[in-house]
């Protein structure tokens, strides 16, 4: 069981926009910065999205992510058949002073 | 171009032990944390373990405390995860990671190494 609560999987047609929840408690996100990982299958994780909604050199303004309290939300516009991958939520957990993931949500576009 | 590459997997008896070996280089080493995490056979991330840049501080999942190990030689840029009384539930592939601005977020990810405790 991870600390942090991803919905398992979510599918949605090319062109829409879907969004993923990544829920914690006040010692981990509500503390600190969230970070998101993009995981095609077979390949390693990259970083998407991180301090809660800042875009590394490279990745599309398709892609963006907010925090309030102890949630945080991935958002993916313009879906492409090129985003179908597992997203993966991150941060600090500063009560046991060690990283935690979220379980994970697999991304299907139909 | 920032480039993590590990070694050491492979497979492992029950109660056995093994080291893995990340070698760094494209970045100021020294500088940085780096940590490992692991992914099960179809399963999600694991968080593991991290080290300061300096490596006076470390930091572990409750899952492998006091069975594995973290460590760096800031001389070679490598990191290390030392890993004893192995079991199944330590079968996974170990990424060794890059993090930036403290431990706020993994910025750099390796290839991968297989583990696969089985008799």
């Known amino acids: 069981q991870s600390v942090l609560t991803q919905p398992p999987s979510i599918s949605a047609a090319p062109g829409q926009k879907v969004t993923i929840s990544c829920s914690g408690s006040g010692s981990n996100i509500g503390k600190n910065y969230v970070s998101w990982y993009q995981q095609v299958p077979g390949t390693a994780p990259k970083l998407l999205i991180y301090?809660?909604?800042k875009r590394p050199s490279g990745i599309p303004d398709r892609f963006s992510g907010s925090k309030s309290g102890t949630s945080a939300t991935l958002g993916i516009s313009g879906l492409q058949t090129g985003d179908e991958a597992d997203y993966y939520c991150?941060?600090?957990?500063?009560?046991?002073?060690?990283?935690?993931f979220g379980g994970g949500t697999k991304v299907t576009v139909l | 171009e920032v480039q993590l590459l590990e070694s050491g997997g492979g497979l492992v008896p029950p109660g056995g032990s093994l080291r893995l070996s990340c070698a760094a280089s494209?970045?100021?080493?020294?500088?940085?944390?780096m940590g490992w995490v692991r992914q099960a056979p179809g399963k999600g991330l694991e968080w593991v373990s991290a080290i300061s840049g300096s490596g006076e501080s470390t930091y572990y999942a409750d899952s492998v405390k006091a069975r594995f190990t973290i460590s760096r030689d800031n001389s070679k840029n490598a990191l290390y995860l030392q890993m004893n009384s192995l079991g199944a539930e330590d079968t996974a592939v170990y990424y060794c990671?890059?993090?930036?601005?403290?431990?706020?977020?993994?910025?750099?990810w390796g290839q991968g190494t297989l583990v696969t405790v089985s008799s």
């Open positions: 301090d809660n909604n």
């Open positions: 494209g970045f100021t080493f020294t500088i940085y944390g």
């Open positions: 991150g941060t600090w957990d500063s009560s046991v002073s060690a990283g935690v």
């Open positions: 990671v890059h993090y930036r601005d403290g431990y706020n977020f993994i910025n750099n």
